[in-house]
């Protein structure tokens, strides 16, 4: 089985996905790694070419049709705009949503459009995290609240979630 972690940028998808892994050996990928081996192309150039709904279509599609096993999956934080791929990680995933709280993330998350993170015209980021963290719950089978939590505490809820939850 796979692992698959959702969450806003900065929420921890990355550096807990590697902890995680190395935990229960399995492997760790990055799907927006994936999506610029793919296309041979950096995501600021596939957002430049194709816009922002380009980049959610091949976002999408890309995690439409993930073939992976024991791997650790760490996705952008749009992909639950993606239904097609967000139904298909929950076939083959457990689906971990990284809950962290709003002022949090402004502090870790720096200039979110240097970071390439994809806000619609007219949103704010308060915006984008509100609607974001309705998707996130609707399609996580568990919910991680990281709010005082370190890192480690954080992997190891996780852990504890799915030994419990086998
Ligand atoms: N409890 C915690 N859990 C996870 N990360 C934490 C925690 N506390 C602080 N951090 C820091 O928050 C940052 C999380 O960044 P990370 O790159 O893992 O997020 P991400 O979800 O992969 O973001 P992106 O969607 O941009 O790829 C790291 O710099 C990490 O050190
Ligand atoms: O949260 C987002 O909107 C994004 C996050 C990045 O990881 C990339 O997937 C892309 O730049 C969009
Ligand atoms: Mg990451």
């Known amino acids: 089985m796979n692992i698959c972690l959702i969450g806003m940028p900065s929420s921890g998808k990355s550096v807990l996905g ?3 892994a190395k935990r229960r050996k399995m492997t760790f990928l990055d799907l927006d790694t994936l999506i610029q081996k793919n296309t041979g192309k950096l995501l600021r150039e596939i957002i430049a070419e194709e816009g922002r709904e380009g980049f959610l279509r091949l976002e999408e599609e890309t995690g439409a049709s993930l073939s992976v096993e024991n791997t650790v999956i760490a996705p952008g934080g749009s992909i639950c705009y993606g239904e097609k791929a967000m139904r298909h ?9 990284l809950d962290i709280p709003y002022e949090e993330m402004l502090k870790r998350i720096g200039d979110p459009v240097k970071r390439g993170v ?3 015209e007219g949103f704010t980021l308060k915006d984008l995290y509100e609607e974001r963290t309705a998707l996130y719950r609707k399609y996580a089978e568990y919910t991680l609240e990281e709010r005082g939590l370190s890192s480690g505490a954080c992997v190891q809820k996780i852990m504890q979630y799915l030994d419990s939850a086998e």
């Open 89 to 97: 990680l929950q076939k083959i995933s457990r689906v971990i949503f």
């Open 118 to 120: 994809a806000i619609p």
């Open 18 to 20: 590697k902890m995680l």
